[in-house]
């Protein structure tokens, strides 16, 4: 966890944000957001019981389906504010010219040791795709003097990347999974204590299982909305980090790869 009150660790959070406290701030603004809807709405009104199930007949409030979801919406917000902060910051790194990018320079092995020491420290285990993927196309380079192999094993580093990516996306789809499916839930469970409210003798309160299924249903359309805009925010930030991925491999390729000079193995110089 990090700790917020310091400005060095506030500013850290926003350039390369931690998941855990992320998610912690997620889901108080989840309860922020309860607490709002519960001052500011009437407790008898239609939009408090179809947004927070108030008076709810099967739960305790402020502990209702609906209050859950959104809960985890929050929760599921916060992770896609770590992911795009992380795509934004992966996307700055081809800004920072660690290569020539003219249409004349040639790289030799000799010019390698420079670069390489300047992006050594720019990238960790999980971040800095074109810092990582310039040194390691350099060691590469440096232990088997062949850009063939250098290009495969950068090949092969971006395909890693690339699902690393799409690992990173699991918590998330379990979220947008998960809140239509409490909808689904409630929804039952109204259909559930409706049939269970038909007496024996077969008189049916019918205001009474009409609201009882009002609630079963306003669970899932909250649920439904919310899950399409955890969705769509997921597609497009899931998006733009692919697409850095891609612009890191583009970058590496048409100005590292593509510019080296290498004659043989006995000629080549050391690298610094």
Same mark, same amino acid.
């Given at each position: 966890?990090?700790d917020l009150s310091?400005?060095?660790e506030r500013?850290r959070f926003?350039?390369?944000?931690?998941?855990r406290?992320a998610a912690v701030?997620?889901a108080?603004a989840g309860a922020?957001?309860?607490?709002?809807?519960t001052?500011i709405l009437?407790?008898k009104?239609?939009i408090?019981?179809?947004l927070l199930?108030?008076?709810?007949?099967h739960f305790p409030?402020p502990?209702t389906i609906?209050?859950?979801?959104?809960?985890l919406?929050?929760?599921g917000?916060?992770?896609l504010?770590?992911?795009?902060?992380?795509?934004k910051?992966?996307?700055?790194?081809i800004?920072?010219?660690?290569l020539p990018?003219?249409?004349?320079?040639v790289?030799?092995?000799?010019d390698?040791g420079?670069?390489?020491?300047?992006?050594a420290?720019?990238?960790?285990n999980?971040?800095?795709?074109v810092?990582?993927l =310039?040194d390691l196309?350099?060691?590469?380079l440096?232990? &088997?003097r #062949?850009?063939? @192999?250098t290009v495969?094993?950068?090949?092969?580093?971006?395909e890693?990347i690339q699902h690393?990516?799409?690992?990173?996306?699991?918590?998330i789809r379990?979220?947008?999974?998960?809140?239509?499916?409490?909808?689904?839930?409630?929804?039952?469970?109204g259909?559930?204590a409706?049939l269970?409210a038909?007496p024996s003798?077969g008189?049916?309160?019918l205001?009474?299982i009409?609201?009882?299924l009002a609630?079963?249903f306003?669970?899932t359309?909250?649920?439904l909305?919310e899950?399409?805009i955890?969705?769509?925010f997921?597609?497009?930030?899931?998006?733009?980090?692919e697409?850095?991925v891609?612009?890191?491999?583009q970058?590496t390729?048409?100005n590292l =790869?593509?510019?080296l000079?290498?004659?043989?193995?006995r &000629?080549? #110089?050391?690298? @610094?």
């Amino acid at each position: 966890m990090i700790d917020l009150s310091n400005p060095a660790e506030r500013a850290r959070f926003f350039d390369v944000p931690d998941r855990r406290t992320a998610a912690v701030l997620g889901a108080i603004a989840g309860a922020l957001f309860i607490l709002l809807m519960t001052a500011i709405l009437p407790a008898k009104s239609r939009i408090a019981t179809l947004l927070l199930d108030r008076n709810s007949p099967h739960f305790p409030y402020p502990f209702t389906i609906q209050n859950f979801e959104h809960v985890l919406f929050f929760i599921g917000l916060g992770e896609l504010f770590v992911r795009w902060r992380i795509g934004k910051r992966e996307t700055a790194f081809i800004q920072r010219k660690y290569l020539p990018e003219d249409d004349q320079t040639v790289l030799q092995l000799g010019d390698l040791g420079p670069v390489r020491r300047r992006v050594a420290s720019e990238f960790e285990n999980e971040h800095g795709f074109v810092p990582y993927l =310039i040194d390691l196309s350099i060691l590469q380079l440096q232990s &088997s003097r #062949s850009v063939d @192999q250098t290009v495969a094993v950068m090949n092969s580093s971006l395909e890693l990347i690339q699902h690393r990516v799409d690992l990173r996306y699991n918590i998330i789809r379990y979220i947008a999974w998960l809140v239509p499916t409490l909808g689904f839930i409630g929804t039952v469970m109204g259909l559930g204590a409706s049939l269970a409210a038909v007496p024996s003798s077969g008189e049916v309160n019918l205001p009474e299982i009409a609201h009882t299924l009002a609630v079963g249903f306003d669970c899932t359309m909250v649920a439904l909305v919310e899950s399409a805009i955890l969705v769509f925010f997921l597609h497009i930030t899931q998006e733009r980090e692919e697409h850095a991925v891609n612009l890191a491999g583009q970058y590496t390729l048409r100005n590292l =790869i593509n510019r080296l000079y290498v004659p043989d193995a006995r &000629s080549a #110089s050391l690298i @610094q």
